[in-house]
């Protein structure tokens, strides 16, 4: 457990007997976190479609933000001047903040990397370059006053081959860490996780861990993942890194929202998850169902007079039907905040079945029934076949 005085508290409530799944409690500055626990991301102090106080009443207890795009727009003075990220969005619970780094692979073709930093053609037309070192990405995330922050990594895309740029990376992020916890002008109230790298070498993911773990941190972050690699690539890494990180920390695997990838992470030992796809692909008209999701952009939705989910509690499923929404979706805004809602909501629906079925000794019997009614033929694929059945879960 983490010193009381440390911005970070994490107790771990049940374990799974099967798996290496875990429920905790982690105790931030701004409120309770339970865990396993999936984050939407807010990218520029805004959840997309919905409100501060409508992410209350769901129960959401930590959402993340970006720093690079709010360091751009709109910079850490005015951020400082409004007393931090959370006054300034009206978000009184949790913020994480990433680190700028994840750009390196987004924005590659704008960006320059050297020891210093990260030098960035600007997307603020104000401004001609920007660079993103270390201590300014430190700079930034003290000024925004997210609860969890991220070191800047040097991030290197999972599909590049090259062993060589990538054991770079591995030392460089190790390095850009201790200049970002030397930069840190919050400890008592903000938490740094350093980023384990080395993309799908199980090596440089060995020595990755085995350097941050000497760091006096609260917690730490699988990165360098859901950038195009195989799933069966994937989840040995993610497995690699759970058997290696401590198991008193909680775990962030940086990137990961697709629910199928919840459950198999969760039963690998991951504690934290985010990422874009439920809110984007809500603007794209899909929704999100225990059995995959749809598309009500369909014609075959246009006479369907059910809600989304009869399974869901949001207010869209109890309110509007999914013939309503296929008249609307991508075209009116409304669209976009219903599905949002509800894809939000589904996101927050799973984790917490998946929390209690960890509590109850369920878990594995949830696993199977999950899977059974993703692919109800059966026909399994072999990434979450051969990951499940490494913490004893066999899909028949």
Same mark, same amino acid.
């Given at each position: 457990?983490?010193?009381?005085?440390?911005?970070?508290?994490?107790?771990?409530?049940?374990?799974?007997?099967?798996?290496?799944?875990?429920?905790?409690?982690?105790?931030?500055?701004?409120?309770?976190?339970?865990?396993?626990?999936?984050?939407?991301?807010?990218?520029?102090?805004?959840?997309?479609?919905?409100?501060?106080?409508?992410?209350?009443?769901?129960?959401?207890?930590?959402?993340?933000?970006?720093?690079?795009?709010?360091?751009?727009?709109?910079?850490?003075?005015?951020?400082?001047?409004?007393?931090?990220?959370?006054?300034?969005?009206?978000?009184?619970?949790?913020?994480?903040?990433?680190?700028?780094?994840?750009?390196?692979?987004? /924005?590659? &073709?704008?960006?320059? !990397?050297?020891?210093? #930093? $990260?030098? =960035?053609?600007?997307?603020?037309?104000?401004?001609?370059?920007?660079?993103?070192?270390?201590?300014?990405?430190?700079?930034?995330?003290?000024?925004?006053?997210?609860?969890?922050?991220?070191?800047?990594?040097?991030?290197?895309?999972?599909?590049?081959?090259?062993?060589?740029?990538?054991?770079?990376?591995?030392?460089?992020?190790?390095?850009?860490?201790?200049?970002?916890?030397?930069?840190?002008?919050?400890?008592?109230?903000?938490?740094?996780?350093?980023?384990?790298?080395?993309?799908?070498?199980?090596?440089?993911?060995?020595?990755?861990?085995?350097?941050?773990?000497?760091?006096?941190?609260?917690?730490?972050?699988?990165?360098?993942?859901?950038?195009?690699?195989?799933?069966?690539?994937?989840?040995?890494?993610?497995?690699?890194?759970?058997?290696? /990180?401590? &198991?008193?920390?909680? !775990?962030?695997?940086? #990137? $990961?929202? =697709?629910?199928?990838?919840?459950?198999?992470?969760?039963?690998?030992?991951?504690?934290?998850?985010?990422?874009?796809?439920?809110?984007?692909?809500?603007?794209?008209?899909?929704?999100?169902?225990?059995?995959?999701?749809?598309?009500?952009?369909?014609?075959?939705?246009?006479?369907?007079?059910?809600?989304?989910?009869?399974?869901?509690?949001?207010?869209?499923?109890?309110?509007?039907?999914?013939?309503?929404?296929?008249?609307?979706?991508?075209?009116?805004?409304?669209?976009?905040?219903?599905?949002?809602?509800?894809?939000?909501?589904?996101?927050?629906?799973?984790?917490?079945?998946?929390?209690?079925?960890?509590?109850?000794?369920?878990?594995?019997?949830?696993?199977?029934?999950?899977?059974?009614?993703?692919?109800?033929?059966?026909?399994?694929?072999?990434?979450?076949?051969?990951?499940?059945?490494?913490?004893?879960?066999?899909?028949?």
């Amino acid at each position: 457990m983490a010193n009381t005085k440390t911005p970070l508290i994490f107790e771990i409530i049940g374990e799974c007997k099967t798996t290496k799944a875990r429920v905790g409690r982690m105790t931030l500055p701004h409120g309770p976190v339970d865990t396993p626990v999936f984050m939407p991301v807010g990218t520029q102090g805004t959840l997309k479609g919905m409100l501060p106080e409508q992410l209350k009443a769901m129960n959401l207890q930590i959402m993340l933000s970006n720093t690079y795009h709010l360091g751009t727009r709109p910079g850490p003075e005015v951020l400082k001047k409004a007393g931090g990220l959370h006054k300034f969005m009206n978000w009184d619970r949790n913020l994480l903040t990433d680190s700028g780094g994840f750009q390196m692979v987004s /924005l590659l &073709k704008l960006a320059e !990397i050297t020891e210093e #930093g $990260v030098k =960035f053609q600007s997307l603020n037309e104000h401004k001609n370059e920007v660079m993103l070192t270390p201590e300014h990405s430190i700079e930034i995330q003290n000024a925004i006053g997210a609860d969890i922050i991220m070191q800047l990594d040097d991030v290197v895309k999972t599909t590049v081959p090259d062993k060589e740029r990538i054991e770079e990376s591995v030392h460089r992020t190790t390095r850009w860490l201790d200049r970002c916890i030397k930069a840190h002008e919050n400890p008592e109230t903000q938490n740094i996780f350093p980023i384990v790298q080395g993309t799908l070498f199980e090596d440089l993911r060995r020595i990755s861990v085995s350097e941050h773990i000497k760091r006096d941190v609260n917690g730490f972050a699988i990165g360098g993942l859901s950038g195009g690699e195989s799933k069966d690539d994937f989840w040995k890494m993610v497995n690699i890194c759970t058997d290696l /990180l401590p &198991k008193n920390k909680p !775990i962030y695997l940086m #990137g $990961v929202g =697709f629910a199928v990838d919840l459950v198999v992470c969760s039963a690998l030992g991951v504690d934290m998850f985010d990422c874009v796809f439920p809110t984007r692909t809500a603007r794209f008209g899909c929704a999100l169902l225990m059995t995959g999701q749809i598309n009500l952009r369909k014609k075959e939705y246009a006479m369907d007079f059910n809600p989304i989910d009869k399974d869901c509690t949001c207010n869209t499923c109890r309110n509007y039907t999914r013939a309503y929404l296929n008249g609307i979706v991508t075209d009116l805004t409304v669209a976009c905040h219903l599905l949002t809602e509800h894809n939000l909501a589904f996101q927050l629906r799973l984790m917490r079945t998946i929390r209690e079925n960890i509590l109850n000794g369920t878990f594995k019997e949830f696993v199977q029934d999950f899977m059974a009614n993703l692919y109800p033929d059966k026909d399994y694929p072999s990434w979450i076949q051969d990951s499940l059945s490494t913490v004893n879960i066999n899909l028949t």
